[in-house]
């Protein structure tokens, strides 16, 4: 045990500052105004290392053309890429729509109503479960995010960077189980991540502001900037990929234009359709092939490289343009002569018309490749 939590857990007035503070300027968020069991399961697993400024807006969208657990468990891939559009991680709207398959085909489209029951969902782990299960029904499970981390470091002056590991996490669970109100769980832990979102900052906490001051050991002793201490960086691993932005102009008069070539990826980014994207030395090798290619009009390197972040890679991409002429015939030869060059690396790479990729693309990365495009 490292935290001195002892004065949050013997005098619990602070919890009743808390929550009237709570009552009085929580902010007004769509799920707030309107709140069920499935927009707070949907809210939940967007903010997930999301700002509330990118969330509101496609919770909106989402829950306008998903409204229930049956229309997201059978909601097609194209439509729920779309509605995940800027959201990140789309692994997270997979694991959603099988929860809701799970919930429809399992349980008969009954939400479970319990913490352990909810453990069961695919997708859901204890955090997203401790969130629902306080929250929609009543359950006396604390949330600990990074910013209840930050509070109650704060509160207990804890300048101990144990307190980013899993044995800190766990102590502050512990804590936060034994003081939360039991009569208001779900209220306490929205209050929690509300103060440390809008009161408790990383920098510059408005502490005369803050409901809670008068047990607040860091604001006592001034010591807000190293309580707690700032997290381990976390280690990068850097990845340089070319992407290939393959455009088809064909021959027939009454073909669509420029249409381009996109793959369902296996590796990074497993499952999303995009731009294929290969290691660079087979990109190299792959151009040196391409470019003896009758169908091949062009090929050219972008000057700069994209940098994007995925997880614990930094992907360092060069994007490649290659022009190709086909006829209707001979497009989907040409598709499958560039499968064989890849050595297979591609995934069902498939032609898809300009405007549909401009509707349907919807990774972050996809979309920094896409920007800019220049269709020779
Ligand atoms: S007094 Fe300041 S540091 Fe302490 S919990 Fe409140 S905002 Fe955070």
């Known amino acids: 045990m490292f935290l001195k939590d002892s004065h949050l857990r013997t005098n619990q007035d602070w919890v009743s500052l808390l929550l009237q503070w709570y009552d009085l300027n929580q902010r007004d968020f769509p799920w707030r105004r309107d709140p069920s069991v499935y927009r707070t399961w949907i809210c939940e697993v967007m903010s997930q290392q999301t700002t509330m400024a990118v969330v509101v807006p496609r919770f909106l969208a989402f829950v306008d053309e998903l409204p229930d657990l049956h229309s997201l468990a059978r909601c097609p891939d194209e439509q729920l890429r779309r509605l995940w559009a800027g959201l990140g991680y789309y692994a997270r709207a997979r694991n959603l729509r099988k929860g809701a398959e799970y919930i429809v085909s399992g349980l008969g489209g009954k939400f479970p109503s319990d913490f352990e029951s909810w453990l069961e969902v695919p997708g859901v782990g204890p955090y997203t479960a401790s969130v629902i299960s306080s929250i929609s029904f009543g359950e006396p499970r604390a949330c600990v995010d990074g910013n209840v981390i930050r509070v109650i470091a704060r509160l207990t002056g804890c300048a101990d960077v144990r307190i980013w590991t899993e044995s800190g996490r766990r102590e502050i669970q512990t804590l936060t189980d034994a003081v939360i109100n039991r009569q ?19 920098k510059s906490p408005d502490c005369p502001a803050c409901p809670v001051k008068s047990v607040c050991h860091a604001f006592r002793c001034g010591q807000t900037d190293v309580c707690p201490p700032n997290k381990p960086r976390r280690q990068f691993e850097v990845v340089g990929l070319s992407a290939l932005r393959i455009t088809s102009s064909q021959s027939q008069p009454d073909a669509e234009e420029h249409s381009l070539l996109v793959e369902r990826r296996k590796g990074f980014l497993s499952g ?80 898809v018309s300009k405007s549909l990729t401009e509707s349907g693309i919807s990774s972050s990365l996809d979309r920094k490749i896409w920007e800019n495009i220049s269709l020779f």
């Open 184 to 202: 208001r769980p779900g209220d306490f832990n929205q209050a929690m991540m509300e103060l440390g979102a809008t009161v408790c900052q990383k």
């Open 272 to 351: 999303t359709v995009g731009f294929p994207l290969l290691n660079e030395t087979d990109a190299d090798k792959l151009k040196r092939w391409l470019s003896s290619d009758e169908c091949v009009l062009e090929i050219k390197d972008s000057e700069d490289c994209l940098s994007h972040t995925i997880t614990h890679h930094q992907l360092k991409i060069r994007v490649i343009d290659i022009k190709v002429r086909t006829s209707a015939g001979s497009a989907d030869d040409f598709s499958l002569k560039l499968l064989s060059l890849a050595g297979g690396q591609f995934a069902s790479p498939r032609w």
